[in-house]
């Protein structure tokens, strides 16, 4: 099974920063990498398919980039409604695993 | 627009059983595969089990292989999710999602059903 990590684990930041949350795969997963935004008492929300590519609707301050084992979902300028938890998933396999998750707070 | 509403949680006792359902509008059902996905109480996704379009393909994650039984019903739209031999551990909100092929990702998501084995 592939193994998913993410990091960090939470952080804080502050309206108008670049965040950047990392995920890795413990073997290569190509491109196939998502990323998902969760609200509380929401059901998560797809940001970013493909390693990089942005869902339809999603705003161009989400990005994402990396390819094999290493990834990196950005925020270039954090607003308000960005507070939330953000989930890595790899669509290589069948199983498709989730990351542990990564909360971004308000600071 | 796309529709996807669980149906069936509760509470239930250990070793219990119970069927969750999916309702779906908004898109050709049986145009893609689906999955549902859990979340115990203030943790991470889990992946839980994986459907074909025509139902004769089915994976399940290890930890519920053998007690869980996914299905779906094209005529009416919807999906399903046979749990037996319910555990502790087992207690979640258990969404449906549909997967784009084209993407190879969840793209649309149900609200969730708590389900709590107690």
């Known amino acids: 099974d592939i193994q998913m990590t993410q990091s960090p684990s939470s952080l804080s930041a502050s309206v108008g920063d670049r965040v950047t949350i990392t995920c890795r795969a413990s073997?290569?997963?190509?491109?196939?990498l998502n990323w998902y935004q969760q609200k509380p008492g929401k059901a998560p929300k797809l940001l970013i398919y493909?390693?990089?590519s942005l869902h339809s609707g999603v705003p161009s301050r989400f990005s994402g980039s990396g390819s094999g084992t290493d990834f990196t979902l950005t925020i270039s300028s954090l607003q308000p409604e960005d507070f939330a938890r953000y989930f890595c998933?790899?669509?290589?396999?069948?199983?498709?695993?989730f990351g542990p998750g990564t909360k971004v707070e308000i600071k | 627009e796309v529709l996807l509403v669980e149906s069936g949680g509760g509470l239930i006792q250990p070793g219990g059983s119970l069927r969750l359902s999916c309702a779906t509008s908004?898109?050709?059902?049986?145009?893609?595969?689906m999955n549902w996905v859990r979340q115990a109480p203030g943790k991470g996704l889990e992946w839980v089990s994986y459907?074909?379009?025509?139902?004769?393909?089915?994976y399940y994650a290890d930890s519920v292989k053998g007690r869980f039984t996914i299905s779906r019903d094209n005529a009416k739209n919807s999906l399903y999710l046979q749990m037996d031999s319910l555990r502790a551990e087992d207690t979640a909100v258990y969404f449906c999602?549909?997967?784009?092929?084209?993407?190879?990702?969840?793209?649309?998501w149900g609200q969730g059903t708590l389900v709590t084995v107690s």
């Open positions: 999602a549909r997967f784009a092929q084209r993407l190879s990702a969840l793209d649309n």
């Open positions: 908004g898109f050709t059902f049986t145009n893609y595969e």
């Open positions: 459907i074909s379009t025509l139902g004769n393909t089915v």
């Open positions: 073997q290569s997963i190509r491109s196939y």
């Open positions: 493909g390693a990089s």
């Open positions: 998933q790899q669509g290589y396999t069948t199983e498709k695993t």
